[in-house]
């Protein structure tokens, strides 16, 4: 019922989209099908396959949200879900695999048992190599069964490591794709390693599949306050006439983690923190942020507007980048690893695990803002936000009640992505009583204190745009090509230059770099001022 | 004036604002440069601790009559103000706190309500607080008889100590208690003053011997807690009698002052007979409200405001007083002033223009003030049709009966006095040109609350405008400051329920002035009194304030006297009149305080 009206919601709000998209292929769209079903009166099923069921992503991720989308009534009536991978299980043994991971919404207990058995039943599992024709022909006859006859969508979620991307696209597409409805593919991050890797994956990709069948996922874009970003700069008057260059100071896009690597830096060495985290995640944000305003809440739109922006920005250069990797550390009794001593990661690796960058944007509206990005593992916090500091206020009366330190005085708007998600904005204010002191507090909105409903992950949003066809937060090819060009020149260079990272110690604050390179841009860091 | 009081006091610590020159700022920039000339920033550092002493009383000393006292005053606060070393302030600081002044305050109409309850429990604050000057003195003035400890009595009944700070508080009472006196006497006599004067004259000097009398300068200040008809005979006695020979003297007068421009002006004309505009010090006690000061700041202080503050971004402002209770039998004085004269007039305009001045150069009073008066001579003249009066009627909740304002005793029964009034002003400037400003006011109300409400526009070519439905009014962006009770600023705003799908939500950015701070929010009144203290005018209306006030009101209050409208009748504990709605839906503007998502929201 609740997601019926979502549905409505979304399509209402998506109605110019089937219309003006040329883009679109009236029958791969959510609206074409209804059309369809509408005339065969038949409704359609979907069937999601989770290409690599038996991985870390998929326990921890997918099934859950999968079931929070059919505990929230939001998939079709019809569906089915198949595991695939190469280990040999049966249906059961996957009914109990993922049962272990799944959990019932806080707000909502009731039946949770029942509706997690129904969930059960329509989960199967297809033993088979990633890339056997084969065994993508025994899926596709699988399937087949479940659909008896149904307008039939399928959609096949990528949870695999990304060599393996190219086969697995290829068998489900010339195998297994849907004969009367849609197919979808899902991939996972990384897409590429650089340019030229990330371009060849796509020219693969599209041998197989059309740029509207690929869903790229980033599943920061899926978090309630990333979506919320456009909500409040377009919707509320009173930010959009300050979100310039003539208000705002600088941006900060903060990233941390509070621990390493801890056994599992395989795959991270090979990436390092700012393909694993800044030219994805935090570019993506950064680009929500700072585009125009689109024409129409359209994915097409929107992405328009954020490729404008990557491709505005200013070539990133050695000098505006720290890289950091951490060491180990002892404190008290307890000791902690530096990143070497993972034993999956080489012993004289330089792979960054830190890194903070100053981006600099060349367009009318962010001429000379830095934007600077921090991302980092084994610091001292956990989280992710963005903060917007605002300019000093020109010909402060007050400026004599704030002692030297006017930085502090200014104004600035934090969006606390993760944990505990709020918005808040920091004023200045007079401290009540006798006298004239003046005071930085904070106008709050804490999503914990005002929404009682439990936030869902991003993954539940982004399945279920991708079942929907709204292709608002994944990632155009060409925002992909944007993104790469910006960081491939700096990463090659670090890496041709075996730039030695700067070494901070596991649970600190990050090298002491970041500062100065705020600094130089006469800037501090919002998440490491005394205030916060 | 510097601080006057200890280093404790919260407001000696900020003192920027306070070492303010007290004069017409025209007169400023010469003196304070050629303070400068003369006395050399470096100098009073050099100086040894008694010259230093000696300099500041000098310059003090000389300064006797109220006349010529303000350009010397100027001169020692030019000196203040230019030695910026912490260290030589202090040593000013002692100089007038440890032997220079002492400060006489009498509460002239002591054993009324407002003393009572309000003048006295500030002054104890303040002494508890250490913001009264080490040496100083409260009398009680009255008709009625009574001695020096029946005063105490009265006095300490209403006392009480901060929630904050319940340490002492008895052992601090008791000081307190012992440096208040009563004085018996009749207001228009100057014999009476005349003995008031002689028992503060041994108060002043009973802690310092006879030889350094001399030094010590005697400041003293009048609060005028009595009905109007005798402020000037009070003004007069008091001047005449009771000022002090060396130091200043000032006078708090408590609204109303006069009823129309004619007797606003004629009392006035009265005052100056006696005290000099300088000496004045016309209370309006929701000037003195922690969040009514706190305006500034958040205009001045915070970037993100300013630009916003213009016709451009507000849509419409809404300044909102209202009361749970009527008259409750005390409706005689109500009855011949109207809630438009007792609320509108004085407490809403006086916060309308703080909210809509320009920047002033500084914050000094005068500079603020001089802002002030522009708003208000800026304004449209009010019309009738911009005007809805109420009046309350009995109504019977439950098993309760609620009385009309005409059931009250002391109230005429034929009452056509306005115990409810909305309004919409305009202000003819190039900030402010097509913006309504709304203001209503009134008793025996559903709630009891004060507060300033700002709606801002709709977002142009808004993108989400669909996830709004049919009433975009709910969409707009609306900051609001509560004044009282539970002091808070919210902004609301639109944001997308957290959830699939998207859907948009009005929340608020939030700031609750009873979490965020612990300190117990002063009492007005010890703001104000404190002010007054210290020669701080800035929270106090200047007459040219006062004139541009009465102006704008007097020819709509004669007309709706004249023509004897009839008040529209609301229920008492009801919303109001509706009346009221239909004056705002003429601007296409919605009060905030009743709308649907405001109590969702609260």
Not at chain 1, 382 to 406: C, M, S, T, W
Not at chain 2, 104 to 126: E, H, M, N, R, W
Not at chain 2, 269 to 282: A, G, N, P, T
Request: charged share 25%; with cysteine.
């Amino acid at each position: 019922m609740l997601c019926l009206l979502i549905f409505v919601a979304k399509w209402a709000l998506g109605v110019s989209l089937a219309g003006n998209s040329p883009l679109k292929e009236p029958t791969q769209t959510k609206d074409g099908a209804n059309q369809f079903s509408n005339l065969e009166s038949v409704e359609p099923t979907i069937s999601i396959t989770v290409v690599g069921a038996s991985g870390d992503l998929a326990k921890k991720k997918i099934f859950p949200a999968l079931f929070a989308l059919f505990y929230e009534d939001c998939l079709p009536k019809h569906f089915t879900i198949y595991g695939y991978a190469r280990s040999k299980m049966t249906d059961e043994e996957l009914r109990e695999m993922i049962s272990g991971t799944l959990t019932c919404r806080i707000d909502k207990r009731e039946n949770c048992g029942d509706k997690m058995d129904q969930f059960l039943q329509r989960c199967f599992y297809n033993s088979g190599l990633y890339n056997s024709e084969e065994n993508f022909s025994e899926l596709d006859r699988k399937l087949k069964e479940k659909e008896v006859g149904r307008l039939a969508n399928r959609l096949f979620y990528l949870s695999i490591p990304p060599n393996i991307f190219v086969d697995a696209v290829k068998y489900a597409s010339s195998r297994a794709s849907s004969a009367s409805g849609w197919t979808r593919v899902i991939v996972e991050k990384p897409f590429g390693r650089d340019s030229d890797s990330s371009g060849e994956l796509t020219r693969s990709f599209k041998q197989y599949l059309t740029e509207e069948q690929i869903f790229r996922i980033d599943h920061y874009l899926g978090k309630e306050l990333v979506e919320n970003l456009s909500v409040l700069r377009f919707s509320n008057l009173v930010f959009e006439p300050l979100w310039s260059r003539n208000y705002i100071r600088n941006v900060q896009l903060i990233f941390s983690e509070d621990f390493g690597t801890e056994g599992r830096g395989g795959y991270f060495d090979n990436y390092g923190i700012i393909r694993d985290i800044m030219q994805n995640h935090l570019l993506q944000i950064l680009a929500l942020f700072a585009m125009e305003t689109p024409v129409t809440l359209d994915a097409e739109d929107i992405r328009n507007e954020k490729v404008k922006v990557l491709r505005s920005m200013r070539q990133l250069t050695l000098d505006n980048v720290i890289v950091g990797q951490y060491k180990g550390h002892t404190r008290g009794s307890k000791s902690y690893p530096a990143y070497t001593d993972d034993p999956t990661v080489p012993n004289n690796s330089l792979t960054p695990t830190f890194a903070a960058l100053a981006i600099f944007i060349d367009n009318a509206r962010w001429d000379g803002v830095p934007f600077l990005m921090k991302a980092g593992k084994a610091l001292h916090t956990k989280g992710a936000e963005i903060r917007v500091q605002f300019r000093h206020v020109p010909g402060n009366l007050y400026k004599q009640n704030f002692g030297a330190d006017l930085d502090k005085a200014t104004n600035e708007l934090v969006i606390r992505v993760q944990p505990d998600e709020g918005i808040y904005l920091k004023i200045n204010n007079k401290v009540p009583g006798l006298g004239m002191r003046l005071d930085r507090s904070d106008l709050n909105l804490l999503y914990k204190a005002r929404y009682t409903k439990e936030i869902p992950d991003a993954y539940e949003t982004l399945l279920l745009d991708a079942i929907e066809g709204e292709h608002r937060l994944f990632i155009r090819s060409d925002e992909l090509v944007a993104a790469w060009s910006l960081f491939t020149p700096l990463l090659k260079e670090l890496e041709e230059k075996k730039i030695a990272p700067e070494l901070y110690p596991y649970g600190s604050r990050g090298p002491v770099g970041a500062h100065y390179l705020a600094a130089k841009h006469n800037i501090r860091w919002g998440d490491l001022s005394d205030d916060s | 004036m510097a601080t006057v009081s200890s280093p404790n006091c919260p407001s000696s610590s900020s003192s920027y604002s306070r070492i303010t020159p007290s004069s017409p700022s025209s007169q400023l920039l010469p003196i304070r440069l050629a303070s400068k000339q003369f006395l050399p920033k470096k100098i009073s550092l050099r100086l040894p601790r008694y010259w230093n002493v000696l300099l500041s009383q000098d310059v003090a000393a000389t300064s006797t009559p109220p006349a010529s006292k303000a350009p010397l005053k100027k001169l020692k606060d030019g000196l203040l103000s230019t030695t910026s070393s912490e260290d030589s302030r202090e040593l000013a600081n002692f100089s007038i706190n440890e032997k220079g002044s002492t400060v006489s305050i009498t509460v002239v109409g002591a054993s009324g309500d407002l003393a009572k309850k309000k003048i006295f429990p500030a002054l104890f604050a303040l002494y508890y607080e250490d913001c009264l000057p080490k040496h100083f003195t409260v009398f009680g003035y009255a008709r009625s008889k009574m001695t020096d400890v029946e005063l105490r009595d009265m006095v300490s009944r209403t006392l009480t100590c901060r929630i904050d700070k319940r340490e002492n508080c008895s052992e601090k009472m008791d000081q307190f208690l012992k440096r208040c006196f009563y004085h018996s006497g009749q207001y228009d006599s100057e014999e009476n003053f005349k003995e008031l004067a002689k028992k503060m004259k041994e108060q002043e000097f009973e802690d310092v011997p006879l030889l350094m009398q001399d030094g010590r300068i005697s400041n003293r200040l009048f609060y005028l807690s009595v009905p109007p008809n005798i402020f000037i005979d009070v003004v007069k006695c008091a001047s005449t009698s009771a000022s002090s020979a060396n130091g200043w003297t000032r006078v708090i007068v408590e609204k109303p002052f006069g009823r129309d421009f004619e007797s606003s002006a004629a009392l006035t004309r009265s005052l100056k007979e006696y005290l000099v505009e300088d000496q004045i010090f016309r209370i309006d006690h929701y000037l003195g409200k922690e969040l009514v000061e706190n305006l500034s700041v958040l205009r001045f202080s915070n970037l993100i405001f300013e630009p916003l503050w213009s016709r451009q971004y507000i849509r419409n402002v809404q300044f909102i007083f209202s009361e749970d209770f009527g008259t409750e039998g005390r409706g005689g004085y109500f009855d011949n002033y109207g809630i438009i004269r007792d609320i509108m007039q004085n407490h809403l305009l006086q916060m309308l223009a703080l909210f809509a001045m320009e920047t002033p150069v500084t914050l000094e009073a005068e500079d603020i003030r001089n802002e002030k008066v522009k708003v208000l001579r800026s304004m449209k003249p009010l019309q009738l049709e911009n005007m809805v009066i109420g009046q309350y009627k009995g109504h019977t909740k439950g098993g309760v009966t609620y009385p009309a304002y005409t059931d009250d005793k002391t109230v005429p029964k034929g009452s056509l006095t306005p115990t409810f009034a909305a309004t919409a002003l305009f202000i003819n400037n190039a900030r402010w040109d097509g913006v309504p400003f709304l203001m209503k006011a009134g008793k025996a109300l559903h709630t009891k609350r004060a507060e300033i409400r700002v709606q801002f526009r709709h977002v142009p070519g808004n993108l989400y405008n669909r996830s709004f439905g049919t009433d975009l009014d709910r969409a707009t962006n609306e900051l609001v400051i509560r004044v009282q009770p539970d002091e808070a600023i919210y902004l609301k705003i639109n944001n997308k329920v957290p959830g699939l799908g998207m859907r948009l939500d009005r929340s608020n950015l939030n700031l609750h002035y009873a979490a965020r701070y612990k300190n117990e929010i002063p009492d007005a009144y010890e703001r104000l009194l404190l002010d007054a203290i210290e020669g701080e005018r800035r929270l106090f209306i200047r007459s040219d304030e006062l004139d541009a006030a009465w102006s704008l009101f007097t020819p709509l209050l004669k007309e709706i006297e004249e023509k004897k409208i009839i008040p529209e009748y609301y229920p008492y504990g009801s919303r109001g009149p509706v009346g009221a709605h239909y004056l705002a839906a003429r601007y296409n503007v919605r009060w905030g305080d009743i709308s649907a998502a405001e109590h969702h929201h609260e």
